[in-house]
């Protein structure tokens, strides 16, 4: 008799995985709205705020595929990505 591997695939996990996408989203409005504040001023400081958001956009793209390709889940992807905003979020509301 031949049993089913388990994938995590279950009802919970898609839960979990809906849940992060969704707050990735409320919290990268969050930051959008800041960058956007920031870039309309304009200076220095705006100019490397821009350049800064075009390398990490790059840098977490890189990382989300590699994590992928060693067999990382969609969920971890998605985590990495709220860290990363999470971290923009707290640096540009303090400036």
Excluded: C
Aim: no cysteine; aromatic share 2%.
């Amino acid at each position: 008799m031949r049993t089913r591997r388990r994938t995590g695939l279950g009802p919970a996990a898609w839960l979990g995985l809906g849940t992060d996408l969704a707050m990735l989203g409320v919290e990268a409005q969050m930051v959008i709205g800041e960058r956007i504040a920031m870039l309309m001023v304009g200076g220095p400081k705006a100019r490397r705020e821009a350049e800064r958001m075009v390398s990490e956009k790059i840098r977490a793209a890189g990382n989300a595929a590699v994590t992928l390709a060693l067999g990382g889940t969609p969920r971890k992807v998605v985590r990495g990505y709220r860290r990363k905003v999470r971290a923009n979020h707290r640096r540009l509301s303090k400036a």
